[in-house]
Structures are given as C-alpha cells and as structure tokens.
C-alpha cells in the first residue's frame, strides 16, 4: 500500500493501532512520518521530487487516510489530504491539494519541457480519480502565477509576435504582474472560463480548453488594456486571437479584427 512513496533515506515512523491479518475488520493502524530526507512520488507520469515531507497515515480494513500532509517542493510550500480505496479492483481515491510559492520555472520544466527564469506558483485543487488512469480523474482548482513570463509558455509563445506587431515593445509585457485561472480537469481536458494575465500596459483574458493528454488546444484571448492605456479600450478589444493545433506548437490566428 506504500511502495508508491519512495523515501530518499528511511523516515521517522510513529505507529500505534491494530493491524488485523485474515479478513478481520478491525484494522486501525495510525502511522506518523517524517520523511526528513525527502520523497519522490509520481504524479502524472512525471517524479515529483519532495525535499521533505511528513504526514499522518490512517488505516483501516478497505481505507488509507492521509491526513496533515506538508512537504516541500521546488522551493514553496504543499500540504494536503487524501483518501484511497484499499478494495481490490476498485483503486478510486480523492484528495486535495494546497501549494504556495512554488518555483514556477522548475514545475514546467518537468511536465512541459520548457524553461522560463520567472514566476512563483500557487494555488489549489480537490480532484478524484480511478488508479494511475490520468483520463479519469476528474476536478476543480485555482491558479495563481506570480511575476511570471507568460510567453516562454509553449502554448502562448506564438503571441508575443503577433502583439509585438501591433504594439511594437510590447514585448516587455511578458513578465506579468499576476496570471490567475479557475479550472475543471475532466477526461484528460483542462478547462477554464477566466484565464488572465495582468501587465504593465494591458491584459489578456481568455477561456477554453487544454487537451493535455492528446496534445491538442482550443483556446480564445482577448487583449484588453490597462493603466494609462485604458483610453484605447475600444481599440485593444478588437484584437481577440484563436489558438489551435498542438500544445508545444500551437496555430495562433486573429479571431476577429
């Protein structure tokens, strides 16, 4: 039940309760741990690399509890709850999520393959899912990006061009104040209604979805401004762009003009 948790060096373990053998129903065994070395554990195809963690693991005859769970990883904050089905064939579990400050870069370097030198990361995400079947967790959360580049994202890159052309120098608002969205995960689709990003002289606000285990993307944004530059509103707002294709190398294309 806890091969999935690899420890780097062998935690601290507290324990107290009864594990019964044979088919009883009086399992209930408390484990404390304190993974002071740090953990890696799989999460979406991709090791995530704890640098400490700890936590309170509950167990009874068909349940694992994880309660109190904090950790550290990629430089910001995690702590968390879980619950997972012990019953043979029917692996379903839910938990949810809280992180703070985590460095941005380093994250999406790991799942996305891209490098960016800005950005912190927070937020949070209750979700439920079947096993180690990616397509069927389901779930809600919220994300913040803190002095973020917005364009060294894949998906977004090829906008940079497209704005600079309109405002030539508006390359210096990649690095974004906030970046924030509420999203669903369902059937392998990210989707939000209320993706924006903040900068110096205007935002993007946008909505769709993010095929993230197909490759494929759908997605509209609209560039409003901000600042000084909200008296050019009515002209900002004619520039709304459509993204299409694949993640690492969308089409971006003027939805309206």
Excluded: C
Excluded at 13 to 18: D, E, H, L, R
Excluded at 22 to 48: H, P
Excluded at 57 to 82: K, Q
Excluded at 192 to 204: C, I, N, P, Q, R
């Amino acid at each position: 039940t806890v091969s999935p948790y690899k420890f780097k060096k062998p935690p601290d373990i507290t324990a107290n309760g009864v594990y019964q053998f044979g088919g009883g129903q009086k399992t209930r065994l408390d484990l404390n741990v304190d993974g002071a070395a740090g953990m890696d554990y799989v999460f979406l195809g991709k090791t995530l690399p704890f640098d400490r963690i700890s936590g309170k693991l509950v167990f009874t005859t068909d349940r694992l509890r994880i309660n109190e769970l904090t950790g550290t990883l990629f430089s910001g904050n995690v702590r968390g709850n879980t619950d997972i089905s012990l019953v043979h064939n029917d692996p379903r579990y839910q938990a949810n999520i809280v992180v703070e400050r985590v460095d941005f870069p380093r994250l999406t370097d790991l799942y996305y393959d891209y490098k960016t030198a800005h950005g912190s990361l927070s937020g949070n995400y209750d979700f439920t899912g079947f096993g180690s079947d990616a397509r069927k967790m389901r779930g809600t959360g919220k994300l913040d990006v803190t002095n973020g580049d917005v364009f060294s994202i894949p998906i977004f890159g090829p906008l940079s061009g497209l704005l600079n052309s309109v405002l030539p120098g508006s390359m210096g608002y990649s690095i974004a104040r906030k970046a924030k969205a509420a999203f669903t995960i369902r059937d392998g689709v990210i989707h939000t209604d209320d993706f924006e990003v903040a900068g110096k002289l205007f935002s993007m606000v946008g909505r769709g979805d993010i095929h993230f285990l197909d490759d494929r993307l759908d997605f509209n944004v609209r560039i409003s401004a901000t600042g000084p530059a909200a008296l050019l509103t009515p002209v900002y707002k004619l520039f709304e762009y459509t993204g299409e294709g694949s993640l690492k190398h969308p089409d971006w294309h003027s939805k309206r003009f």
